[in-house]
């Protein structure tokens, strides 16, 4: 099937490039307007209605009108020449606040955007006044605005109102500061706009400049970098339109994270059959360059649908997580993989027939036998030494591993501490409570769905008054329908620190349970007790993705492979490089810097894309093995041969993935993951893949295969794709 895919795109080029195009550019198009309605607005969005803030949740949508997309920005309002407040300043203030409320906020348009393809998040927001600091310094206003906070066109609308808000307020000698999440990731994105922009054209740069390199050609640098953009755009809108029609929920950040993925895996994929079609030409000087495009992409084809599915199949555990985010995540990345292969497999055949020897224009290289470089090298000292390899390179992976001793989860939201934002939190937090901005509040209603009397919870805002850790608590209030009652708690603590989540998960979720009235069930919401109960639910799924994860690609593997003892030797060396990259980054953050811990997220992510991404640099390597030792000759010299053609190509794919990983730095909150992935992609490349694998292959021999050896050819005959004549590889 693979093969007449391939080649039915070689023989019918020309359409096939125009098929692409088309549909690259209509799903871009109307992907962005298809994530926004299935973006979920907030972390709760994705827990398990069995947890206590997910019920806190739906009470205060319910009976307290809280709409499920809101998001809350604190305003402080103090007086400009920093005197305490005035009863004056105070009207004034609440006489803005009123202003501010009937004011609707225009979402500003870019120029160039057309508007059927931009959500308009114009919207008036909900303005209150919220409470006075002890010695009238400042007072703080409550502001809701609906929507994510990472989308960026609601992130356009409270700028907008921070704008408005600052004019109003300084007319009246009056000077504003804002927090909350909104306020913390637009200037978050204002901090990195210029960072990320460079990010980007730096990764494309390297794309570049890595093709220019290794081929000496303009189109094989550039064309592999405009396919995978087609492909992305039609995998972006594939997905958006899957989660649309399915009712998934997905996270913010999932389009960002599908872009990085697809441009790495797919500039990897096409690059393996660049170097394939590249090194066959070359071996064959005279055979029609279809008909070698068409036999490339078939054998090579093999392969890569192989380790997509390994992706795939990684990913698709994820939907048996127990948390919202990851089990959609699964699907999302799926799916685009999904895309990227049938692009892999139609798209970049059907370039390589249309374009043919011209691929690699101007150079020469195709006249020419290359002399030995490093990649000969390197295949001749794995294969020559293949037990020092392979001692010296587990040293190096254990030496990493080591840092997971002691390593701590760090449930926080990553925001930085240089933001205005943090500023204006930090000032609050000097006079009020911590958790001010950002209160545990308790929601409670009649077990019978009855009316409950808000008089009656006094004695348990008493007790939650005593919980230490607890700065200020709220007076119960009733929702308007009488069947509801909220109580506010301020914590003394961070909101989004490990601290707060402790209090709430612990003393805060007991002293409601031992004073709630009889008759009455109760439930602890927030920020801190989302993530709280965000930290069990990663926790568990972790305890059942693993293991699920490594049966299904287990499973690939040994049907692609078809024996027992290789499969074992790729899953022991992908693992081996998770737990070298996971101490890694334990070593650098929660060591060296001295971080709360690695982020909560890390191990699972890092464990399905290194683990995945990885095996697929051990499938190519292994399956070129394979071939090589159906030809005749020692098992060790068939390892040389494959190390040397195949090495330039997983390093150059290596490179380029590790460098769109690392672009994610740019990204608030992402480094740690943006580390964690470059060095899990770039050890799997370059260590894992050319000397962990085949040292083991090459000290095995064709034992390696068994119970299904491949036996040596009898006759010199060359595999798919070579000559018999000595076809020597380098890295250029």
């Not at 494309?204 to 550039?222: D, E, K, P, T, Y």
């Not at 649908?305 to 959609?328: D, H």
Request: glycine share 10%; net charge neutral.
């Amino acid at each position: 099937m693979i093969r007449a895919l391939t080649g039915f795109s070689t023989r019918h080029a020309w359409k096939v490039i125009a098929l692409w195009a088309v549909l690259g550019v209509a799903l871009a198009g109307v992907s962005p307007v298809l994530f926004a309605r299935v973006t979920g607005s907030s972390t709760a969005d994705f827990l398990p209605a069995r947890y206590d803030s997910a019920a806190a949740l739906r009470i205060a949508e319910e009976h307290f009108g809280l709409r499920p997309d809101a998001t809350t920005v604190t305003v402080l309002v103090a007086r400009a020449d920093g005197a305490a407040l005035t009863d004056a300043d105070r009207q004034r203030i609440d006489a803005e606040a009123a202003g501010l409320a009937r004011q609707r906020v225009v979402m500003p348009r870019k120029g160039d955007e057309p508007a059927f393809l931009v959500t308009d998040r114009s919207q008036t927001p909900q303005v209150a006044p919220a409470m006075v600091a002890p010695d009238g310094g400042f007072e703080l206003l409550a502001v809701e605005l609906a929507g994510n906070a990472a989308d960026e066109g609601v992130q356009d609308v409270y700028r907008a109102f921070r704008d408005s808000a600052r004019e109003r307020f300084a007319a009246a000698g009056m000077r504003t500061g804002f927090t909350g999440n909104l306020a913390e990731a637009a200037d978050g994105a204002d901090a990195n706009r210029t960072a990320s922009a460079v990010g980007g054209a730096l990764v494309v740069g390297l794309i570049v400049l890595l093709n220019v390199l290794v081929f000496r050609s303009v189109l094989a640098a550039v064309l592999p970098l405009l396919a995978v953009t087609l492909i992305g755009g039609a995998a972006g809108g594939a997905v958006a339109g899957l989660a649309e029609l399915t009712g998934l929920r997905l996270d913010a950040s999932t389009p960002g994270l599908i872009s990085v993925v697809l441009l790495g895996i797919g500039v990897d994929y096409l690059l393996f059959l660049l170097f394939r079609f590249r090194e066959v030409l070359r071996a064959r000087p005279d055979a029609p360059a279809r008909s070698v495009a068409a036999e490339v992409s078939g054998r090579v084809g093999t392969a890569i649908t192989s380790a997509a599915l390994t992706i795939v199949a990684a990913f698709a555990t994820l939907g048996v997580a127990g948390f919202g985010q990851f089990r959609s995540l699964g699907p999302a990345i799926a799916v685009a993989v999904l895309v990227m292969l049938l692009g892999s497999l139609t798209l970049m055949p059907a370039l390589l027939g249309a374009c043919g020897r011209g691929m690699f224009w101007p150079s020469r290289a195709l006249r020419r036998e290359p002399r030995p470089g490093v990649a000969a090298r390197l295949g001749e000292l794995v294969a020559s030494r293949p037990a020092a390899a392979l001692l010296a390179s587990v040293a190096l992976l254990g030496a990493l591993a080591a840092g997971l001793v002691g390593m701590r989860m760090d449930y926080g939201l990553g925001g930085s501490s240089g933001t205005p934002a943090a500023a204006t939190a930090a000032e609050i937090s000097r006079s009020l409570p911590a958790g001010v901005s950002d209160p545990a509040t308790v929601y409670a209603t009649a077990d019978g769905g009855g009316a409950v009397d808000p008089a009656a919870f006094s004695g348990l805002a008493r007790a939650l008054g005593d919980v230490p850790g607890v700065g200020q608590v709220a007076d119960p209030v009733g929702s308007a329908d009488g069947r509801a009652v909220r109580i506010d708690v301020y914590p003394t603590a961070d909101p989004q620190g490990e601290q707060a989540r402790a209090l709430v998960s612990g003393p805060l979720r007991a002293a409601v349970a031992a004073h709630s009235p009889a008759g009455t069930s109760a439930h602890v919401g927030g920020t801190a007790a989302v993530f709280a109960d965000v930290a069990d639910a990663v926790d568990r799924d972790l305890l059942v993705v693993f293991p699920v994860a490594a049966a299904l690609i287990a499973l690939i593997l040994l049907l692609l492979l078809r024996s027992l003892l290789a499969p074992a030797a790729l899953l022991l060396s992908v693992g081996l490089g998770f737990a070298a990259t996971l101490g890694s980054a334990t070593l650098v953050f929660q060591h060296l810097l001295d971080r709360p811990g690695v982020a909560f997220t890390l191990p699972l992510v890092l464990f399905l894309f290194v683990v995945a991404l990885g095996t697929d640099y051990n499938i190519l390597i292994t399956d070129r093995i394979r071939e090589e030792m159906r030809r005749p000759g020692p098992a060790r010299a068939a390892v040389a041969r494959a190390v040397r053609h195949t090495a330039p190509a997983v390093a150059t794919a290596g490179l380029v993935l590790g460098g769109s990983f690392a672009s994610l730095a740019t990204t608030p909150g992402s480094e740690q993951i943006a580390f964690a992935l470059t060095l899990g992609i770039l050890l799997s490349a370059l260590l894992l893949s050319l000397v962990v694998v085949p040292a083991v292959a090459a000290l095995l021999g064709r034992s390696l295969w068994w119970p299904l050896r491949p036996a040596p050819e009898q006759a010199p005959s060359a595999p798919a794709g070579t000559a018999d004549v000595p076809v020597r590889e380098s890295a250029g």
